[in-house]
C-alpha cells in the first residue's frame, strides 16, 4: 500500500505505466477500486492510497467499491469472499 501523499505525480504515473499500481482506495473508509472509478476520483489526496493487486487491498481490511467492481462488492456483501 502506498500513500497518494508520498509520491510525486511523475512518480505515480511512472508506477502506474508499469502496472505496479493497479487500484487505488480511500484509507478513511477502507474501499479500494479502479483507478478510473468516478467515485476514486473525488476523493481527497490525502486519504488516497494505492495496492498493486486486489490481494494486497484484501490484506490491509478494504472492501470493493460498490460503483466499479460491482460483482466483487455482491459477493463481499454476501459474505462469499
Not at 7 to 27: T, W, Y
Not at 50 to 66: D, I, L, T
Request: glycine share 8%; with cysteine; hydrophobic share 35%.
Amino acid at each position: 500500500m502506498v500513500a497518494h501523499a508520498e509520491l510525486s505525480d511523475i512518480a505515480l504515473r511512472h508506477k502506474i505505466r508499469n502496472k505496479e499500481i493497479r487500484f487505488g482506495g480511500n484509507k478513511t473508509l477502507k474501499i479500494y477500486g479502479l483507478l478510473g472509478c468516478t467515485s476514486g476520483k473525488r476523493m481527497k489526496r490525502e486519504n488516497r492510497v494505492f495496492f498493486a493487486s486486489e490481494q494486497e487491498a484484501w490484506q490491509n481490511n478494504f472492501r470493493p467499491c460498490y460503483r466499479c467492481l460491482k460483482e466483487r462488492y455482491r459477493k463481499w456483501k454476501n459474505g462469499l469472499v
